[in-house]
């Protein structure tokens, strides 16, 4: 064990598990789903149903494809046992010494 995990612990970092409604809010928040999500509600209103079809249809794939990529990385990190928040660094940093 060297000494910097002996001093300043270790950087483990526990990722928590959202619900799906968390996560549906998380993709459907930011600017460009609020443009999409606007441009919905307008075609919705005025009445013009071929607009918001496709715009529904792009925002749902937005949306999935969202879920995917994340679903991809959290596989991938799970599989060679590091999570999106760890990174090592190739050299150990060193302990500060008062001078």
Do not use: C, Y
């Amino acid at each position: 064990m060297s000494t910097t995990s002996r001093t300043e612990g270790t950087s483990n970092v526990v990722e928590k598990k959202r619900s799906f409604l968390r996560e549906l809010i998380a993709q459907l928040s930011g600017p460009l789903p609020w443009l999409l999500e606007a441009a919905v509600a307008l075609s919705f209103f005025v009445g013009d149903w071929t607009l918001f079809t496709m715009l529904s249809l792009v925002l749902i794939v937005t949306v999935v494809l969202g879920f995917s990529e994340k679903s991809l990385l959290e596989s991938s990190a799970s599989a060679d046992g590091t999570t999106r928040h760890s990174k090592e660094r190739s050299a150990p940093r060193q302990p500060r010494t008062s001078t």
